[in-house]
């Protein structure tokens, strides 16, 4: 995160895979473009801006060619409290952004983080420390540490899994559910052989081993192939035509 002129020329000798620009360039318009201009992933953070401030900076990232560029929703306070976290902001930043939205995190805990991802942040950016309570210094307070950094990032990735896909679907546990919660079409009276079924004589009920209630317009009008006593759970083999 180069923070001025002689930072930017000292990560161009470096050959830097990645740049971050932080929120404290907020209406910093020149030296953003000039970072954005060096044509490498960049991430973006927004705390301290405003709608305007937003607004801006999506315009100079439009005029860039540079394409890989990341926005992260922040606010620059020390610990940020709940009420001011205003996570629904990321909606909004998807609706104007072509791009990845994330979130810089200064809340204190893991809880905002792990919301963050459910509202859609691809980007995480949380503070670590080796050291607590260190006078004169705020990161630390909003920071993890060695010993809970990984339990933070085993929770964002159980969010992911969570998240699952944008499309519905049965689930291999849900399949095995299939046979004993989904209803079948059963009779409601004995129906003798080469008897007509009509609508009357049908009722549904578990298990799900049997004909579907979705095709009970199908069956309707079929005969019995042989006598069949009431709360007999139908299927196919049981039934012809006329």
């Not at 930072?7 to 620009?21: E, G, R």
């Not at 540490?145 to 929770?155: A, Q, T």
């Not at 992911?160 to 059963?186: D, M, N, Q, T, V």
Request: hydrophobic fraction near 35%.
């Amino acid at each position: 995160t180069p923070h001025d002129e002689k930072a930017l020329s000292f990560t161009k000798k470096m050959d830097l895979p990645l740049l971050k620009i932080g929120s404290g360039e907020v209406q910093n318009n020149s030296f953003i473009k000039k970072i954005i201009s060096l044509n490498k992933p960049t991430i973006i953070s927004t705390g301290m801006y405003d709608e305007d401030d937003l607004n801006n900076l999506i315009k100079i990232i439009k005029k860039q060619k540079n394409k890989n560029i990341a926005i992260l929703h922040c606010v620059s306070s020390y610990p940020t409290k709940f009420e001011e976290v205003n996570l629904n902001v990321i909606n909004e930043y998807k609706e104007k952004v072509q791009g990845i939205i994330g979130y810089s995190d200064h809340t204190e805990g893991h809880e905002v983080c792990i919301l963050a991802v459910a509202a859609g942040a691809k980007i995480i950016e949380k503070h670590i420390t080796l050291d607590f309570n260190i006078p004169n210094a705020q990161d630390w307070k909003v920071s993890c540490g060695p010993n809970d950094f990984k339990l933070f990032v085993e929770k964002i990735r159980n969010v992911e899994k969570i998240l699952g896909l944008k499309k519905k679907k049965i689930s291999k546990e849900e399949k095995k559910s299939l046979l004993w919660a989904r209803k079948s079409l059963i009779l409601k009276n004995n129906v003798s052989k080469n008897n007509k079924i009509n609508y009357s004589d049908l009722n549904t009920k578990r298990p799900g081993v049997g004909i579907s209630p979705n095709k009970i317009k199908e069956v309707i009008g079929l005969v019995a192939c042989k006598d069949l006593k009431k709360e007999t759970i139908l299927k196919w083999s049981m039934l012809k035509k006329k």
